[in-house]
């Protein structure tokens, strides 16, 4: 696809599992509650526009939960376009020095991954004053479909804040950054939940798989930048 630039109007505010984190990191090893029932809840609703407020109340925990582990991923040498329209580097997006929170995402899913945004929207939220310090990145594994403009729109309806932005790019590029990080399945089909988590370039990458909530992923993610 050529991308083409435009102004960005902003502000804006299933897969074998691995070993679990052991030793030193065990730290990271929680059972979250999973929020499978919350995805009812935002279909029949229709909630998008109120993605980020405090009133979701997570259902009651089940018996397993998000599998953690540390993982080493190198960053691909591919370009891809952001929702703002611009061309970038993937590695330099993920090596400015900030701490960055990954997942990926297509548009037009109707249930895992507006489950994910919101739970994105959620921790940006909490986070208040320090969220201008990590890079919430969200990368499209549909980008013939999702246009920067579609992105775009998706990212609005999240409230999505300058910190986090999103991503889509040529179809090989994507699949390219999802192999690098142990996400690619197929297709779009067979996405599933993951979330993945890096203190600071160099750093090892804390792997979350299957639904988090906000409060954990704060948690992670304030474990993660102890311990870096």
Request: charged fraction near 20%; proline fraction near 7%; glycine fraction near 8%.
């Amino acid at each position: 696809m050529t991308p083409q630039s435009q102004p960005d109007p902003r502000p804006r505010t299933r897969c074998p599992a691995p070993a679990a984190v052991g030793g030193r990191h065990s730290v990271f090893v929680r059972l979250a509650a999973l929020t499978g029932v919350a995805l009812l809840v935002l279909a029949a609703s229709g909630g998008f526009a109120n993605a980020a407020d405090d009133a979701f109340t997570a259902p009651a925990p089940e018996a397993s939960g998000p599998i953690r582990s540390i993982r080493q991923y190198a960053v691909p040498a591919v370009r891809l376009v952001r929702d703002d329209g611009k061309v970038v580097s993937l590695p330099d997006e993920m090596n400015d020095g900030r701490p960055i929170v990954l997942n990926f995402i297509f548009t037009t899913c109707g249930s895992t991954c507006p489950l994910m945004s919101s739970v994105f929207a959620q921790f940006e939220h909490r986070l208040g004053a320090d969220a201008d310090k990590v890079h919430l990145m969200s990368i499209s594994i549909d980008p013939e479909q999702d246009t920067p403009a579609r992105l775009h729109e998706y990212a609005q309806k999240f409230h999505s804040g300058l910190e986090w932005q999103h991503y889509t790019g040529t179809l090989a590029a994507s699949i390219t950054a999802q192999r690098a990080f142990d996400v690619y399945r197929g297709g779009k089909m067979s996405h599933a939940a993951v979330t993945l988590m890096r203190a600071a370039p160099g750093k090892p990458w804390l792997r979350i798989e299957g639904f988090v909530t906000a409060d954990d992923l704060v948690r992670d993610y304030r474990e993660l930048l102890a311990a870096r």
